[in-house]
């Protein structure tokens, strides 16, 4: 098994002459849920996970704030030609991450806590520049079919 993973490792991130790895190079959405923990740390959340996937979908951060679970959505953009950053969280974007936080919260034995779903929108036109973060908190209620919360 070590040597299939080393084999893996030599063929997806070395170059041909063996090289020494290189970072990858990270996405501007990567880049967005960096600056979306960093601002959560600073008001005081705790971030339990990060990228969670499940078979019902993802969840870009899973925060604790109090005795609150909050699942965030990140959406992060370099300019508004597109719409603003959260307006990309639409209804079947809520229905999935409703979903995925449910069976994150049984997963976890965690159904007895109040939870919420925010929306952190990050408009980072220069990314040698703060970026410009709107943070909304209840951004929407749990959507689909079926009762998620008592």
Same mark, same amino acid.
């Given at each position: 098994?070590?040597?299939?993973?080393?084999?893996?490792?030599?063929?997806?991130?070395?170059?041909?002459?063996?090289?020494?790895?290189?970072?990858?190079?990270?996405?501007?959405?990567?880049?967005?849920?960096?600056?979306?923990?960093?601002?959560?740390?600073? /008001?005081?959340? #705790?971030? =339990?996970? @990060?990228?969670? &996937?499940?078979?019902?979908?993802? %969840?870009?951060?899973?925060?604790?704030?109090?005795?609150?679970?909050?699942?965030?959505?990140?959406?992060?953009?370099?300019?508004?030609?597109?719409?603003?950053?959260?307006?990309?969280?639409?209804?079947?974007?809520?229905?999935?991450?409703?979903?995925?936080?449910?069976?994150?919260? /049984?997963?976890? #034995?965690? =159904?007895? @806590?109040?939870? &919420?779903?925010?929306?952190?929108? %990050?408009?980072?036109?220069?990314?040698?520049?703060?970026?410009?973060?709107?943070?909304?908190?209840?951004?929407?209620?749990?959507?689909?079919?079926?009762?998620?919360?008592?």
């Amino acid at each position: 098994m070590r040597r299939l993973w080393q084999t893996l490792r030599t063929l997806f991130f070395r170059g041909s002459a063996g090289q020494s790895e290189r970072p990858a190079r990270r996405s501007l959405g990567e880049l967005g849920e960096d600056e979306a923990v960093r601002f959560l740390k600073s /008001k005081g959340y #705790r971030i =339990l996970s @990060r990228q969670m &996937r499940n078979s019902f979908g993802e %969840i870009d951060i899973i925060a604790e704030e109090g005795r609150t679970i909050v699942f965030v959505e990140v959406k992060t953009r370099t300019d508004e030609s597109g719409g603003k950053p959260w307006e990309a969280v639409n209804q079947k974007r809520q229905e999935r991450m409703t979903r995925a936080a449910l069976a994150w919260l /049984k997963k976890t #034995r965690r =159904l007895d @806590r109040s939870a &919420r779903f925010d929306v952190i929108s %990050i408009l980072w036109p220069d990314l040698n520049k703060p970026a410009d973060i709107t943070h909304f908190p209840r951004a929407f209620d749990a959507q689909g079919r079926g009762q998620m919360f008592r």
